[in-house]
């Protein structure tokens, strides 16, 4: 670890699909946390880490702030409002296509009780002329006091960079929490049921609304060198469990042959996996469940 060495944590927040996870997936060059074109995919504070030989950033990619429909819903804002008071830097996700509505004001709201810097980082300015995005920049600035205001396009690595340069020339020194080679905190389980879940919901689209969760049963290395792994994706109606299976199993084969690429790649090892689907009704307003798929309210 070099002289004058930086860490810290970076908060990310922001509104549902405002490219949160895309923008961390794309920092870490790797896929930790489950993107989707669904808003509200991230349930849980997600630490991705990111080390240099100058610094280590490591990032909460918390859950979408949204109004809470149910426990899961109550637990995913908490968790993210939570996270506000737990770093030494805010990044403020907002999507440059969208207009600036309650949610976000929520969020400014949050941002002005707590004493962290923050940035506002404006998301998908590719998809915006750039005479609209210094509209929204004057807009927000008059809504908060920013620390910095930076454009980029998480999906494409626009200003990414110059993102990062910012978010290091803020940090003070510090250790070295973590592995350089480490990507994440979470367990392997963590990430793999994710990795399911997120081809459920890319290969169900509409017809499975965010009423699923998916939890790791056995997942152990054979004498061959494969990883086999037993995952069980839990639905709330019956139809919901006919929807994911398919016509003869095809949809279940499908999102495991996906989710098996990306799982793969991320173990650098052979992977063998067996999906089953599972009816839990209303198991997002169930407390039991909740702890037992992972949503922990204890911790927060």
Do not use: C
């Amino acid at each position: 670890m070099s002289e004058g060495f930086k860490s810290g944590f970076v908060a990310l927040v922001g509104r549902p699909n405002a490219g949160k996870s895309t923008l961390m997936n794309f920092v870490l060059e790797e896929k930790i946390a489950i993107m989707s074109d669904k808003p509200q995919t991230t349930r849980n504070k997600v630490q991705g880490v990111h080390t240099t030989d100058e610094a280590q950033v490591i990032f909460i990619d918390t859950p979408g702030i949204h109004k809470p429909k149910h426990k899961l819903g109550d637990f995913m804002v908490q968790s993210a409002v939570q996270s506000l008071q737990e770093v030494d830097l805010i990044l403020f996700l907002v999507d440059a296509s969208e207009s600036y509505g309650p949610g976000e004001e929520f969020i400014v709201n949050k941002l002005k009780e707590t004493s962290t810097p923050a940035f506002l980082v404006i998301n998908k300015i590719d998809q915006i002329h750039p005479d609209q995005l210094i509209e929204k920049i004057d807009k927000y600035r008059t809504r908060a006091d920013f620390a910095e205001v930076v454009p980029v396009s998480a999906l494409q690595g626009n200003n990414v960079d110059t993102l990062m340069e910012q978010i290091i020339h803020y940090m003070d020194e510090g250790p070295q929490f973590y592995p350089e080679d480490q990507l994440t905190d979470h367990p392997e389980r963590f990430v793999v049921s994710e990795l399911v879940r997120e081809k459920v919901l890319h290969l169900t689209q509409d017809e499975i609304p965010h009423s699923i969760a998916v939890y790791v049963e056995d997942m152990k290395e054979r004498e061959e060198g494969a990883v086999y792994i037993s995952a069980v994706i839990v639905v709330e109606r019956s139809s919901q469990k006919g929807i994911i299976i398919g016509k003869q199993g095809s949809m279940l084969k499908e999102i495991g042959k996906r989710a098996r690429q990306d799982i793969e790649a991320l173990l650098a090892s052979k992977v063998h996996i067996d999906l089953f689907v599972k009816v839990q009704k209303d198991w997002r307003n169930s407390r039991y469940q909740l702890n037992e798929y992972g949503y922990n309210e204890e911790e927060y």
